[in-house]
């Protein structure tokens, strides 16, 4: 692949190094910002993550498909609401990394994999070493040579946990289950697939749940080399592209390598083999924050109401406050603030500070829902939000049922 990617860069850099294109309908939604190359880093580039539990560094394989490659460690610049702006400082090696491609990850554990080309190994990084602590082939696991790329299946998607690779020679696809072993590499077994989906796949990414356009935990991003595309697929029950769904996302992108997301911003962040050797950030890609019950509430005529949250708590997305399991149609109030409280109230406990009271009814089924939909202001970006609902319930202690509370975190 070191030729081939060499002539196909070589013969995009000069008309598309600056004719990146997000297709409609996605450039109603999307924008990329070019970051440009990473100082310090060996070109050509292969494999971008984040580093873990440390979204202030960025890790790129350098040097990449030849016996010199590594995995480079550099700062990144963000503004007041998180965006990617850019690089602090000069990059430093983290791990030797021998022929590094397109993949680059960490497995649950924190144990970094990479793949490797032209010789079809898959590389294992334990945390704290400075070389791979295993290095082996994927041929013997049905791969057909030479890799490629990986990442595992998140949460929620089809087939989540298992580890997808690549072929860019075959443009097959493959999914695989794994065991641990007493030092924490990964054994791995061949589970599904191949898949043929062409263009020279050379990074994967599943889109984000909240995303424009794009149905939650539906797609797959595969960044094609040999188009230099970056192209959506629908994904099948086990987390495999469907190749009849195959759609642009990206043209333009000479040497479309390597992919990760930005934990931050939800961005989708792409380096590039050749190219300009560079990394593009695409912005618009849904980033969620989490919920989180707390406390304990007062039991009614259906035991203690509950409370849950739903949708996307992130900005640009529409939130919800989900409550179930309260008397038909009592009348009620949702008690909602910005800190929390653990204060004696009638049999139990004020769980918010409130700042604001909505009245509701519950409908038939004891059930309400509020949405909100968040703005884009970064004022949203790590926000706290707490919320208790209570209710006439003349089967509660003193005529008043609640639920416990939910802290809602916005990213």
């Known amino acids: 692949m070191l030729s081939a990617h060499f002539v196909v860069a070589a013969l995009a850099l000069a008309s598309s190094l600056a004719a990146q294109t997000i297709q409609a309908p996605y450039s109603l939604t999307y924008g990329y910002v070019d970051l440009g190359s990473a100082p310090g880093v060996p070109t050509n580039y292969g494999g971008v993550t984040f580093k873990r539990n440390d979204p202030s560094k960025l890790l790129i394989g350098g040097a990449a498909n030849g016996s010199a490659g590594a995995i480079y460690e550099i700062g ?20 030797t990394a021998p022929n590094i ?11 970094l994999l990479f793949t490797s080309f032209s010789n079809n190994m898959l590389g294992q990084i ?20 030479s890799t490629g790329t990986l990442n595992f299946v998140p949460a929620g998607f089809p087939g989540a946990g298992q580890l997808k690779i690549a072929s860019y020679s075959a443009g097959t696809f493959y999914g695989f289950t794994y065991s641990t072993r007493a030092d924490g590499t990964l054994d791995l077994t061949a589970a599904n697939g191949p898949v043929t989906i062409g263009g020279g796949p050379e990074g994967i990414l599943y889109v984000p749940p909240g995303s424009s356009q794009i149905p939650d935990y539906q797609y797959v991003l595969i960044n094609e080399y040999s188009s230099g ?21 990206l043209t333009g992108l000479a040497g479309a390598e390597g992919a990760c997301t930005d934990p931050i911003s939800g961005a989708l962040v792409f380096s590039t083999y050749g190219g300009g050797n560079r990394i593009v950030v695409v912005e618009g890609f ?13 039991a009614g005529q259906n035991g203690v109401p509950s409370i849950q949250g739903g949708g996307c708590a992130g900005r640009g997305q529409t939130t919800r406050v989900d409550i179930t399991q309260g008397r038909a149609g009592a009348a009620g109030l949702l008690a909602v603030g910005f800190l929390p409280s653990n204060l004696p109230f009638l049999n139990g406990t004020l769980l918010v500070q409130s700042t604001t009271t909505l009245f509701h009814l519950l409908d038939g089924s004891g059930a309400y829902q509020l949405g909100l939909f968040i703005p884009i202001d970064p004022v949203w970006n790590g ?8 209710y006439v319930d003349a089967a509660a202690a003193q005529g008043v049922a609640a639920t416990r509370g939910l802290h809602t975190l916005v990213r």
Do not use: H, K, M, W
């Open 76 to 95: 990144v610049q963000r503004d007041s609401s998180g965006r990617l702006t850019g690089f602090t400082g000069t990059a430093t090696q983290l791990a």
């Open 126 to 145: 334990r945390p704290g070493s400075v070389v791979p602590d295993r290095y082996e082939s994927l041929t013997p696991f049905g791969v057909t040579p």
């Open 229 to 249: 595309q970056v192209v959506l697929y629908q994904v099948d029950s086990v987390g495999n592209p469907i190749p009849a769904t195959r759609t642009p996302f």
């Open 101 to 111: 491609d397109g993949g680059l990850c960490y497995a649950p554990n924190g144990v």
């Open 383 to 390: 926000l706290n939000l707490y919320s208790q609902s209570f």
């Open 286 to 298: 849904g980033v969620c924050g989490a919920f989180t019950g707390y406390g304990t509430g007062i």
